[in-house]
């Protein structure tokens, strides 16, 4: 495989020295970029355009045309796995994902099956394989799942919710069948994780982005064991090379320093903990992922700038550092608020580098 020419972001997450703070955003191919716009009407559909190894190695590209980042991640869904089940993901218009065939009866569940990443997934690994060939080595390629609590929570309740009221029943009242559910998904996420490193992913990324909807107790229950399950599963090294990984719970910062226990190379945040009270409850052990207000890209280029730097200098100057959003970027955020966000955080985090 080519070297990589910038492998800051790699060496942020291990937490070694970095000349500059690194910077990728989550959703950053996507609406808010028009050129993206453009292919999603050509492909058709959401589901045609994740299908086609060209059209998401294409979108994927997109924002690095535009913007100095210093990390691509692979375009797709991460309801991927729940569809190569069987469930039969399909987008509704105006409501979103849903599934045809949702987990309710016993039965179902119980015929649960890991599906092979090779067959009804080939063309995720297709996809990585042909973005890894495109980046040429520039940077490097993030490949990424849903978590097994949030995968879950798409499978019993058929699509997003606002209550999580089918899900949560079934973990109060039927805790083995949850378990079930989730024992077999954890290790789907292993098999699926483990093809995108194999077909070119050099770090992953588990999105547990429902996991702040539990109590503390069924965090630690139903969704914290399993991301250690998943972790603990990953292929570590690949051609000499450690591939790190990232956890991240939205909502999760009340238990970030369990999640840094669970031997994850990195931990992200959302916009709701102060990352430097972050790196002082996790210390050395773990890198830090994010962590600015999404909505603060709505705001005139100097808030941007300026919220941009208090993450920066809350962080301070210390190793592992990887610069996001709290969570995903909005469809209706404005290019040009990217681009002094990339601009910002290159700068000004070379000064504190630097002790300016």
Do not use: W
């Given at each position: 495989?080519?070297?990589?020419?910038?492998?800051?972001?790699?060496?942020?997450?291990l937490r070694q020295p970095t000349e500059y703070t690194p910077l990728w955003l989550?959703?950053?191919?996507?609406?808010?970029?028009?050129?993206?716009?453009?292919?999603?009407?050509?492909?058709?559909?959401?589901?045609?355009?994740?299908?086609?190894?060209?059209?998401?190695?294409?979108?994927?590209l997109q924002p690095l045309a535009r913007y100095n980042l210093d990390a691509a991640i692979l375009f797709s869904d991460i309801l991927t796995v729940p569809d190569a089940m069987g469930l039969g993901l399909y987008f509704a218009e105006g409501e979103g994902p849903r599934f045809e065939r949702p987990l309710r009866d016993e039965w179902e569940i119980r015929n649960l099956a890991i599906p092979d990443p090779h067959a009804e997934l080939q063309y995720v690994m297709d996809a990585?394989?042909?973005i890894r060939r495109a980046l040429n080595g520039s940077v490097p390629l993030i490949g990424f799942s849903g978590s097994p609590w949030t995968l879950a929570c798409y499978m019993v309740e058929g699509g997003s919710s606002d209550d999580y009221?089918?899900?949560?029943?079934?973990?109060?009242?039927?805790?083995?069948?949850?378990?079930?559910?989730?024992s077999v998904t954890a290790d789907s996420v292993v098999a699926y994780l483990n093809a995108q490193i194999e077909s070119g992913a050099q770090a992953v990324m588990v999105f547990d982005s429902w996991g702040g909807?539990?109590?503390?107790?069924?965090?630690?229950?139903?969704?914290?064991?399993?991301?250690?399950?998943?972790?603990?599963?990953?292929?570590?090294?690949?051609?000499?090379?450690?591939?790190?990984n990232i956890v991240f719970t939205k909502g999760g910062g009340l238990w970030i320093e369990g999640i840094a226990d669970i031997g994850c190379d990195a931990v992200g945040l959302d916009w709701t903990m102060d990352i430097g009270r972050a790196r002082k409850l996790v210390g050395d052990k773990v890198a830090l992922q994010g962590n600015l207000d999404p909505n603060v890209l709505f705001a005139p280029p100097e808030a941007v700038a300026r919220e941009a730097k208090r993450v920066l200098d809350s962080f301070g100057n210390?190793?592992?550092?990887?610069?996001?959003?709290?969570?995903?970027?909005?469809?209706?955020?404005?290019?040009?608020?990217?681009?002094?966000?990339?601009?910002t955080v290159h700068e000004h985090s070379r000064k504190i580098r630097a002790g300016v």
């Open positions: 495989m080519t070297r990589l020419q910038n492998d800051t972001f790699l060496r942020a997450l989550m959703r950053q191919a996507g609406r808010y970029l028009p050129e993206y716009c453009e292919t999603r009407k050509r492909a058709g559909s959401f589901l045609n355009l994740c299908k086609s190894p060209t059209m998401a190695c294409e979108v994927t990585v394989a042909e009221r089918k899900v949560k029943a079934m973990a109060y009242s039927r805790p083995d069948l949850m378990h079930h559910i989730l909807a539990l109590s503390e107790a069924a965090y630690h229950e139903f969704s914290l064991p399993y991301l250690k399950r998943v972790v603990d599963g990953l292929i570590k090294e690949r051609d000499g090379e450690r591939v790190p210390h190793p592992g550092h990887v610069f996001n959003l709290g969570h995903g970027i909005s469809q209706f955020t404005p290019p040009e608020s990217v681009s002094v966000l990339v601009d």
